[in-house]
């Protein structure tokens, strides 16, 4: 026996269903509530990590809730506030840093949806501070990372420590220019020690050829001298 499902069960899960996914906000991201419009803010890329490209992801709908389609196999807004880049900037700031303004820049085949683009570089709590008019309506409001908000810039572990690297490169760096000049000395010292050797061994050489002139003459003149004597004695019979 074939067990029936009612139509109107079906129809119901259906609905249920499609109110969850239409409803169902980005997860970290806080909503809220201001004016006529729905704001949905928090990190493009969660969790976001400290010294990696993030940005400031901001949802803006029209009424008091974002509701959502598929379109193309992609899940947008289906109630977007379009080209408010035009009328409202943004800011991000974390502790007593001064704020850094942020141009807000459409995303490709999002409608209603804008980015910012920053490198976070400490942990904690940030502030994304949007301000400027929508339509007319006066913009200025302040989101701030938290338990109950958004998720906050967290610390990634690194292997290995850049630290330890940086410090072993530097001590190979430090310990190869010593070797390099220590080689130059020593070059320097034999090529000075060469030349004076050289020095040296040139002036005993001219010493000796001096001598050496020196002692020709005075070897000729006693050569004529005993020559002389012998032709005397000769002569003397």
Not at 31 to 47: A, D, I, M, Q, S
């Amino acid at each position: 026996m074939k067990r029936v499902i009612p139509i109107g069960l079906v129809a119901l899960v259906a609905a249920l269903l499609a109110t969850f996914f239409t409803v169902l906000p980005a997860s970290a991201h806080e909503v809220r509530n201001v004016g006529k419009y729905t704001f949905v803010v928090g990190f493009l890329n969660e969790p976001a990590y400290a010294n990696l490209q993030n940005s400031i992801d901001l949802t803006i709908c029209q009424g008091k809730e974002c509701t959502y389609t598929v379109k193309d196999g992609s899940r947008v807004v289906a109630n977007p506030v379009n080209d408010a880049d035009k009328t409202l900037k943004a800011e991000v700031s974390i502790g007593a840093s001064a704020p850094l303004n942020l141009p807000l820049a459409p995303r490709w085949a999002n409608p209603g949806k804008y980015a910012s683009y920053f490198i976070p570089t400490k942990t904690g709590a940030y502030t994304f501070h949007i301000s400027g008019t929508l339509n007319g309506d006066k913009i200025d409001e302040k989101f701030t990372s938290g338990p109950n908000t958004f998720g906050e810039v967290e610390a990634i572990t690194s292997y290995p420590s850049a630290t330890a690297s940086g410090q072993n490169q530097s001590g190979a760096d430090t310990a190869a220019l010593q070797s390099q000049i220590k080689e130059a000395r020593d070059s320097a010292s034999s090529a000075t020690t060469f030349g004076i050797i050289g020095i040296v061994v040139g002036a005993l050489g001219l010493l000796a050829a001096g001598f050496a002139l020196t002692r020709k003459p005075q070897a000729q003149a006693a050569s004529e001298k005993a020559a002389q004597k012998d032709t005397a004695d000769s002569l003397r019979g």
